[in-house]
């Protein structure tokens, strides 16, 4: 058995979503879905953070820190310290003060006062805190002071940009239409098509300050393939393997097993793949086991080898390793090696009574030769 770069399971980078309804939205359609899909896409390893919302989103457990109809003053005077306790981020994404001036009618210079504050308050919790401070899209094109405001912040980002604690402004105003049936619902709010471009300038704005590459794009090779296990233990229609490929954590279907011993999943990639990223999501990548993918679970899988080779006369090679793992979702990052089967040792429980639970395995690559 060969051994691949670093084995150790690969801390994501936490981002925060700190906003109003626009960030809010739906619990099933906002930007941030879309987001993290770019974002695995070329294997930057990400979780959404946040202090009070849950989203309830196919590909994803996401939390954020927005509240509908929230002006930046309510945040800043209220808020934004124990958000920042509770979340802890790396990075957050900014998008607020459209009430302040709709709603609570206050001018854009107190408003971008308080978009400063906030960002000076996050600094004494966290100094390295990299800031992306949204730019709506021209909304509320009747209200004069909402494009002034707007119009500020790419000044203000310059103001309080530092190489410690970089902030940068993201203008979501390009090719956004703003027409209800558009990329709006109305005035304000993006719809399906709206929520893309904010997720795509969010994540330009990654490439463009070096946190990830745009190339190559990467594919989920496991998406909807053959699985297969040597376990023979008792399991019932719920707990199909194929359940680990269809692409859905929130529909609480997983492959579980009671077992003393240990279990091997396989994965023909019915092709070959340049794979350089592995995601495991277990048991509390369900919002209704855990309010956050990062909550300890007993049944999240403790102990697992996870390995690849490109053909079935070919060694297999170790890309990622866990022990006494308790996170809802694992990640592993390597260098790209060309492959065409995968297979997951998963060490049984240290309890007879704890079952080994997977919802899902997303291995991600570029196709070298796949029919």
Known sequence: MQTHDSLDVAQPVRIMALGDSVTVMLPDQNYRERLAASCRAVGYNVNFVGAIGVDKLTTLTSRHSAISGITAAEVDTHYIDSWMDLAEPDIVLMLLGANDIQGAQRSPEDTIDSLRSIILKMRITNPSIRVFLGMYPPIRPDLPDMATMIAMIPALAEELHTTASPVTA??????????????????????????????????????????????????????????????????????????????????????????????????????????????????????????????????????????????????????????????????????????????????????????????????????????
């Open 170 to 371: 993201v203008d979501h105003a390009p090719d956004f239409d703003i027409r209800i049936g558009a990329d709006h619902i109305d005035l304000t709010h993006p719809n399906l098509n709206g929520d893309r471009k904010y997720a795509y300038n969010w994540f330009a704005a990654f490439v463009r300050e070096g946190l990830c590459s745009a190339q190559p794009v990467l594919v989920n090779a496991t998406a909807g393939k053959p699985v297969n296990a040597d376990s023979v233990d008792a399991g019932d229609a719920s707990t199909l393997l194929s359940h680990l490929v269809n692409g859905n954590i929130q529909d609480n279907l997983y492959w579980a097993r009671n077992t003393t011993q240990d279990v091997i999943i396989s994965i023909d990639l019915q092709g070959e793949y340049l794979i350089s990223y592995l995601e495991l999501s277990h048991c509390s990548s369900w919002i209704g086991i855990a309010y956050d993918v990062e909550e300890p679970h007993p049944w999240n899988t403790r102990s697992y080898v996870a390995q690849l080779r490109s053909s079935k006369d070919a060694p297999w090679i170790t890309v990622g390793t866990a022990t006494d793992n308790e996170q809802g979702r694992t990640a592993h990052l390597f260098a790209p090696l060309p492959a065409r089967y995968f297979q997951l040792l998963l060490h049984a429980p240290e309890s007879p009574s704890t079952p080994l639970v997977l919802r899902q395995i997303s291995i991600f690559g570029v196709p070298l030769s796949v029919p």
